[in-house]
């Protein structure tokens, strides 16, 4: 029995298999986990650069209000590559915001009457985008802007996960991740063409 026990001792045959069983769910959690970020990686990267191209085809644009379809549809385009979350294309939001980069994603000038840093309900403000409303931003929505306005491009999409447990345990049950890309551009001064602004 003793001379048993001390080759069971000596035995390490079956060490690997209960070490790799140790090892192993942490490296495959590890390995997915990896594979999941690298891909919304890559999709962040690729609206980004959709974003980049559709603001730089609007700014050279002879009339920048005249292909808002044509920037829609290129970035809807290049995004087709990836895997959409919920089957809608890529969203894309255009505001316009004068001649200055400062007043970008801004909220409209108003009266703090009583101080506090916020707009209460009766205090004064200037309606810069003309809607009637004070607003936390104060873009004219959907507007491509004018010859040297600044213009800011912002585009979202839901991008599936490539493994739905990942995404589910990181991402509140579901089995998408929202992505965005802003910029901000100002089109070109030049007016030398006649369009309907």
């Known amino acids: 029995m003793m001379r048993f026990s001390k080759a069971i001792q000596r035995d390490d045959s079956g ?5 790799f069983a140790f090892v192993a769910p942490v490296m495959i959690v590890l390995i997915t986990g990896l594979l999941e970020m690298g891909y919304v990686l890559f999709a962040r990267s ?9 603001a730089r085809t609007s700014r ?3 009339c920048p209000s005249e292909n808002a379809k044509a920037i829609e549809e290129a970035i809807q385009a290049r995004m087709s590559v990836i895997i959409s979350g919920d ?22 000038p108003f009266d703090d009457d009583n101080g506090n840093g916020t707009r209460d309900p009766g205090e004064g403000y200037t309606d ?12 004219e929505s959907g507007d491509f802007g004018s010859f040297g306005e600044v213009v800011r491009f912002k585009a979202s999409y839901n991008v ?6 990942v995404a589910n345990s990181i991402n ?4 998408f991740y929202t992505i965005e890309a802003v910029t901000a551009v100002r089109n070109e001064p030049f007016m030398e063409f006649a369009c309907a602004l």
Do not use: C, H, K
């Not at 060490?15 to 070490?19: D, G, K």
């Not at 599936?160 to 447990?165: E, G, K, V």
């Not at 509140?172 to 089995?175: S, V």
């Open 15 to 19: 060490v690997t298999i209960v070490e």
């Open 46 to 54: 690729t609206l980004e650069s959709a974003v980049l191209d559709a």
């Open 60 to 62: 050279v644009a002879n």
């Open 87 to 108: 089957g809608s294309p890529a969203r894309v939001e255009v505001d316009s915001y004068g001649e200055n980069f400062g007043d970008v994603g801004n909220p409209e």
């Open 128 to 139: 810069v985008n003309g809607n009637s409303q004070w607003d936390e931003d104060m873009g």
């Open 160 to 165: 599936r996960s490539l493994i739905p447990f």
């Open 172 to 175: 509140g049950g579901r089995n």
